[in-house]
Structure formats: C-alpha cells, structure tokens
Nanobody
Framework: QVQLVESGGGLVQAGGSLRLSCAGS????????MSWYRQAPEKQRELVAS???????NYDDSVKGRFTISRDNAKNKVYLQMNSLKPDDTAVYYC??????????WGQGTQVTVSS
C-alpha cells in the first residue's frame, strides 16, 4: 500500500487561499485514484474532491468553483488548491488513495482553520 503524507494546512482568514499537498510513496502512484476528505469537529468525514488515474475530477457541491484537485504523477503528489475559503471549510483534511484492487490508504491529516 502507498504511504501518504499531507502538508500545507494552517490558519487563514476568510476569503484567503491555501494549497494542500499529499506526497505518496512507491512507484505505482499513477495507478491510484486519489481523493481529499475532510472532517470537522463532531461531524463525519466527507469527500471533498477526487481525481481518477486518467485525470477526471469530481467535487462536492460545497467546494465547486473554489477548490481544485490536481496530481503530478512524476512527483507522486496530489494537490488541493483552496480559494475563497470560508469558516465552514475548517476541518482536518485527509488524503486518500485507492488502488486498482480497492485497497485504501489514508494520510495522517492536516488542519485547516479559517477565521471569520
């Protein structure tokens, strides 16, 4: 299974931007479908954005037009560019990888806090 490490979280004012990065291990990163999830306090973890091995992207309605997911297979990385951030975006953001045989890997998470 691929090992995942997120970075790029932090504290930002409403309307600001952050870019999250997720670094994956191994030589088969390009074969994994990648996603970003988030979990706010006392809420369930929810899917934010996903990108397939072929580059097809999908977004939760709450972030469409504000967030962009992308991947760089040469660097074994997936990114989440977050613009026009809102206090409701405050959560721990997790990187997720799904292998061709549906094995799932999670990163440790990175905190994003948006102040009003």
């Amino acid at each position: 299974q691929v090992q995942l490490v997120e970075s790029g979280g932090g504290l930002v004012q409403a309307g600001g931007s952050l870019r999250l990065s997720c670094a994956g291990s191994g030589s088969t990163f390009s074969l994994y479908a990648m996603s970003w999830y988030r979990q706010a306090p006392e809420k369930q973890r929810e899917l934010v954005a996903s990108i397939s091995t072929g580059g097809t992207t999908n977004y939760d309605d709450s972030v469409k037009g504000r967030f962009t997911i992308s991947r760089d297979n040469a660097k074994n990385k997936v990114y989440l560019q977050m613009n026009s951030l809102k206090p409701d975006d405050t959560a721990v953001y997790y990187c997720n990888a799904r292998s061709p045989v549906n094995a799932i890997s999670w990163g440790q998470g990175t905190q994003v806090t948006v102040s009003s």
